[in-house]
Structures are given as structure tokens and as C-alpha cells.
């Protein structure tokens, strides 16, 4: 338990310092003292190692507001991740990202412990705002995540758009309010 503790920091700290490439077996055996067989017998890859510290750093720093009001803490949840994207440590997301297209061991243990812990916090999110009734029942807490923090990823990656507050309200305003005019309107009218 201690190794695995230590091999989880070393990474953290070697991505905080230079990203994904900084985050080699060798040196997050090196920093943590544990063996890179060790390493290796706990983790498939390097990337795998370096998305279970990353989301740990991620739950830490994107904690799940809780004000009471769902459609408000749905909204700063989305500010919030943006925030985080939005620094240096979006860029050591990309590299994940990109790392895992590559690395097919990689790629389900990034799912495993780092995406799907950060939906099943949406989830929690979405949960609330179906509780106080605010929320379509038919819309599934993973369709609301991929709506509503998709587009953040979609920007990092591509780079089109900035990731600021005032981008983050826009971005969850259209997918809490819906893109269409509700109103009943005939085309060509």
C-alpha cells in the first residue's frame, strides 16, 4: 500500500513539473523509490499510472459544489472544470488523452479510474437536480455529462475557443436551457 501511495505521488509531482513526458517509469520509479517491476505489476503503463494520479490531483482540485441548488452547482461544476483545463495541468490532460490512443493498456484503465470517476461525480450532480425536480427524468446523468463538459475537452483539444468563465456559463446555459427555441415555429416563417 505504501509503494503504491509513493508511485501515485512521484507521478503526480513529475506531471506537475513537465507534463506526461516528465512521467517516465524510470523517474517515477526514481522519485518514488519503488522498483519499476513493482511499478509495472500494479500498473499496465506508465500512462495508466500517470491518469490514476492525475485524477486523483483532479478530485482534489475539482471539488463538487454542493449549495443546495442543482441547476447552480451544475453550472459551477462546468466553470470549474474549465478552470482546470484551462491551466497548466489541461495540457497534461491532452497528452492523456492523446497518450491513450496510443497505449491500448492505457486507454480502459483512463476510463476506469480516471473517467468514470469524474462521471460518476456528474452523476451525483445530475442526481441532484432530478431529486429537486428540475432535471428530465428521460435524460441520463451521461448524456448530461457529455453535454455539458464535452464541449470543454472538444475546446482544449482544439484550441478554437478559449476556456473562460464567461465560455464555461455559455457552454452549460445552451445545455441546461436546451439550443432550440421551444416555441412552436414553421420552417420558412
Same mark, same amino acid.
Given at each position: ?59 482534489? &482540485?475539482?471539488?463538487?459544489? *454542493?449549495? @443546495?441548488?442543482?441547476?447552480? *452547482? ?30 491500448? @493498456? ?61 465560455? &464555461? *456559463? ?13 416555441? *412552436? ?5
Amino acid at each position: 500500500m505504501r509503494a503504491r501511495e509513493a508511485v501515485l505521488a512521484a507521478a503526480a509531482e513529475l506531471l506537475a513539473e513537465g507534463g506526461l513526458p516528465a512521467a517516465t517509469a524510470d523517474a517515477v520509479s526514481a522519485r518514488s523509490g519503488v522498483s519499476k517491476a513493482t511499478v509495472y505489476k500494479h500498473w499496465p503503463s506508465r500512462t495508466a499510472v500517470a491518469a490514476e494520479a492525475f485524477g486523483r490531483l483532479m478530485a482534489h &482540485a475539482v471539488p463538487l459544489p *454542493d449549495s @443546495g441548488d442543482a441547476r447552480e *452547482d451544475l453550472r459551477e461544476q462546468v466553470r470549474r472544470v474549465s478552470a482546470f483545463y484551462a491551466g497548466p495541468v489541461g495540457v497534461v490532460f491532452a497528452q492523456l488523452l492523446a497518450a491513450c490512443v496510443t497505449d491500448p @493498456g492505457a486507454a480502459p484503465y483512463f476510463r476506469s479510474h480516471f473517467l468514470q470517476r469524474r462521471r460518476d461525480a456528474v452523476a451525483d450532480l445530475w442526481g441532484r437536480a432530478q431529486a429537486q425536480g428540475i432535471a428530465r427524468a428521460s435524460v441520463t446523468a451521461d448524456v448530461a455529462a457529455d453535454l455539458l463538459f464535452g464541449p470543454l475537452v472538444f475546446r482544449l483539444m482544439t484550441g478554437h475557443t478559449p476556456l473562460g468563465e464567461s465560455e &464555461a *456559463d455559455a457552454i452549460s446555459a445552451a445545455a441546461l436551457d436546451g439550443l432550440l427555441d421551444d416555441r *412552436d415555429v414553421t420552417p420558412g416563417s
